[in-house]
């Protein structure tokens, strides 16, 4: 089973912030949050990492609660293209092993 | 680089047909993943390769699937006989190692429908 929880579905307004929740209560003090996205027909693209700071890249931020049991991932100004599945992963920093749990995602719809 | 590319990128075939999808990774990446989706089980692993040998196959569903990667720019998946429940889309991806705390990159993935 996935070891994070999803919201199934989430809506946003074109233009807005985009704040999609992740929950992680069991995560292990070595395991990073990983975010990737899946635009529908492709394959599924990382967005960001972090394991207790906060992140910031060129497509988004991620914000980890203090105890690191749950965080949330912000698009700023979403955009049409960013209607996708959005997944919430945990794994071990640094493991070779990719035996991954992939939860059934956010299917993220940003609205005109 | 293209990315990582796939062929097909769609394929129907009749049960009981041998399937073969193809996989070439971006140039440098040292490790190569199989994975397959659907809408019941989501997004698995079935099988990763580090420099061109098998890692670990412990997600390949049964005997009937095999993969190889003869050299570090093509791998195939190969299913034979071929199901109805074998019907999915079948990703390729791939990383280096000294990314390794950062995911691989995906293809676009092979749509696999067998009837």
């Known amino acids: 089973d996935a070891k994070t929880t999803q919201p199934p579905s989430m809506d946003c307004a074109e233009g807005r912030a985009a704040n999609l929740p992740c929950n992680h209560s069991?995560?292990?003090?070595?395991?990073?949050v990983y975010w990737y996205r899946q635009i529908h027909s492709q394959g599924p693209q990382y967005i960001i990492h972090g394991l207790k700071n906060n992140e910031t890249n060129e497509m988004a931020s991620l914000i980890i609660t203090e105890d690191r049991k749950s965080s949330t991932l912000i698009l700023p100004h979403a955009t049409l293209r960013d209607t996708a599945v959005y997944y919430c992963i945990v794994r071990v920093a640094g493991d070779s092993n990719y035996q991954l749990i992939w939860g059934a995602g956010t299917k993220l719809i940003i609205k005109p | 680089d293209a990315g990582v590319i796939q062929s097909p990128r769609h394929e129907v075939t009749e049960m009981g047909q041998e399937v073969t999808l193809r996989c070439k990774p971006i140039?440098?990446?040292?490790?190569l993943f199989w994975y397959r989706q659907t809408m019941m089980r989501g997004l698995e692993l079935l099988i990763y390769?580090?420099?061109?040998?098998?890692?670990?196959d412990s997600g390949m569903p049964e005997d009937r699937f095999s993969a190889k990667m003869p050299n570090a720019s093509f791998s195939t998946l190969k299913i034979q006989p071929s199901e109805p429940r074998d019907s999915a889309v079948y990703f390729c991806a791939s990383r280096q190692y000294r990314d390794r705390d950062r995911e691989a990159f995906f293809g676009q993935g092979t749509r696999l429908t067998v009837v």
């Open positions: 069991t995560i292990s003090g070595n395991e990073y």
């Open positions: 390769f580090n420099n061109n040998v098998p890692i670990d």
């Open positions: 140039s440098g990446h040292d490790y």
